[in-house]
């Protein structure tokens, strides 16, 4: 079975500090894809970032940043000097080579940014 | 950038009425997806499509759900009877290759059935 955890409902942060979203996944699969997903007030969903199983590479990107680890099924999310753009719920996905094209989201977590 | 681009982005719809949400694919993408959203919860697959016919569907696509793509651009999803809890924003998205690798979501549609 397939299933993603974000036990983080709701973050508040102050604008300029760091923060890490949790994402904990479940997969019998060998070879799987892991996904963060950004859903701002307006409501669409803004691909972030796809990691295949294969590469635990971490990856940084301007003021983003993922730290994947097989060992603990954990895909993390880190946002470094945070804005009040950040603002939105995040939503980290898998899918998996043995389940088709379909996603498995985790229920997201809320980041408030306060200026 | 290519998008997908979802129709009309807001419906209202009586129960027990009809409804069909649009969605327009990037043009080289050969695979198309629905999710669901209700409200506050997480993001859900409805249904894969491939090659004019459905690939994979989930539990909560049943009977009252069908797709089409009738024109070779747009990609439909209809709802035969709506019911209070349909309400959600439904996401189209479409991808070239095996969605896994990632694929485009629409902007989403929010259908509120009253």
């Known amino acids: 079975a397939q299933k993603v955890t974000q036990a983080q409902t709701e973050i508040s942060v102050v604008e300029k500090e760091d923060v890490t979203l949790d994402c904990v996944y479940e997969?019998?699969?060998?070879?799987?894809?892991l996904f963060w997903y950004k859903q701002p007030p307006s409501g669409e969903l803004v691909f972030l970032i796809r990691r295949n199983s294969f590469d635990e590479q971490n990856e940084i990107s301007g003021r983003y940043s993922w730290n994947f680890q097989k060992s603990t099924s954990s895909f993390n999310f880190t946002i470094t000097a945070s804005q009040v753009v950040d603002s939105a719920v995040y939503f980290c996905?898998?899918?998996?080579?043995?389940?088709?094209?379909?996603?498995?989201f985790g229920t997201g977590t809320s980041l408030t940014v306060i200026p | 950038e290519p998008e997908v681009t979802q129709t009309p982005s807001h419906q209202v719809t009586q129960m027990g009425q009809e409804v069909i949400l649009r969605c327009v694919p990037i043009s080289n993408h050969l695979y198309f997806y629905w999710y669901r959203q209700i409200l506050g919860q997480k993001v859900e697959f409805l249904v894969s499509?491939?090659?004019?016919?459905?690939?994979?569907k989930s539990e909560i696509f049943d009977d009252q759900f069908s797709v089409e793509r009738p024109d070779g651009s747009n990609f439909t999803l209809k709802i035969r009877s709506t019911k209070l809890e349909d309400s959600a924003m439904y996401f189209c998205?479409?991808?070239?290759?095996?969605?896994?690798?990632?694929?485009?979501f629409g902007s989403g549609t929010r259908l509120t059935v009253v």
């Open positions: 997969t019998r699969d060998t070879t799987y894809y």
């Open positions: 996905a898998l899918s998996g080579s043995n389940t088709g094209n379909q996603f498995y």
């Open positions: 499509f491939y090659n004019n016919e459905i690939s994979e």
């Open positions: 998205a479409s991808s070239e290759s095996p969605g896994r690798r990632g694929y485009t």
